[in-house]
T-cell receptor, first 113, second 113 residues
Framework: AQSVTQLDSHVSVSEGTPVLLRCNYS??????LFWYVQHPNKGLQLLLK??????LVKGINGFEAEFKKSETSFHLTKPSAHMSDAAEYFC???????????FGDGTTLTVKP | EAQVTQNPRYLITVTGKKLTVTCSQN?????MSWYRQDPGLGLRQIYY???????DKGDVPEGYKVSRKEKRNFPLILESPSPNQTSLYFC????????????FGEGSRLTVL
């Protein structure tokens, strides 16, 4: 069985300050991990993915995430928030041998001017 | 342009009136899946398909049917919709079962009265 816990349902930051969105996972297998972003009235878009290569993964729009197996975490960070980063973010774990992707409940990021 | 197209984007219907939400992808992807998104619950998988004529249940399949007669199309059928199926629905596709990265449609907001 696999599961994902996004530790914060809402995160609010000021423009230009760092962003941290936290994700812990549980998986019986060697998982693949993903972060997706959803802007209002839009579908989800892939930000970045970890698939057992480098543990520090760089994505689009300046986001990155670090896979920490010992802590079963895959936190998403960005050094400096932009207004356009305001959206909902989903952490996803996927068993690489099966068709099932499990989504976290989402974190809503608000960016204040 | 590579895309996943869902129709309709918005629909209001009444209990018991059969409806179909269409999904089409132009990327020659083998894997397709349907999700529903409800506030605070993230995305939950309804059905998925690993290839033509191969479908399987996800986490919340009750009240839904799917078919995969062609590689590009994966319609979601609600034979007798009920108010608890009011939700935002997303279709997604992936190159294959193992790749993991999902490409999403823009969503179909369904209201059942």
């Amino acid at each position: 069985a696999q599961s994902v816990t996004q530790l914060d349902s809402h995160v609010s930051v000021s423009e230009g300050t760092p962003v941290l969105l936290r994700c812990n996972y549980s998986s019986s297998y060697s998982p693949s991990l993903f972060w997706y972003v959803q802007h209002p009235n839009k579908g989800l878009q892939l930000l970045l993915k970890y698939t057992s290569a480098a543990t520090l993964v760089k994505g689009i729009n300046g986001f990155e995430a670090e896979f920490k197996k010992s802590e079963t975490s895959f936190h998403l960070t960005k050094p400096s928030a932009h207004m356009s980063d305001a959206a909902e973010y989903f952490c996803v774990v996927k068993d690489t041998n099966a068709g099932k992707s499990t989504f976290g409940d989402g974190t809503t990021l608000t960016v204040k001017p | 342009e590579a895309q996943v197209t869902q129709n309709p984007r918005y629909l209001i219907t009444v209990t018991g009136k059969k409806l179909t939400v269409t999904c089409s992808q132009n990327m020659n992807h083998e894997y397709m899946s349907w999700y529903r998104q409800d506030p605070g619950l993230g995305l939950r998988q309804i059905y998925y398909s690993m290839n033509v004529e191969v479908t399987d249940k996800g986490d919340v399949p009750e009240g839904y049917k799917v078919s995969r007669k062609e590689k590009r199309n994966f319609p979601l059928i609600l034979e007798s919709p009920s108010p608890n199926q009011t939700s935002l629905y997303f279709c997604a596709s992936s190159r294959d079962l193992y790749t993991g990265e999902l490409f999403f449609g823009e969503g179909s907001r369904l209201t059942v009265l």
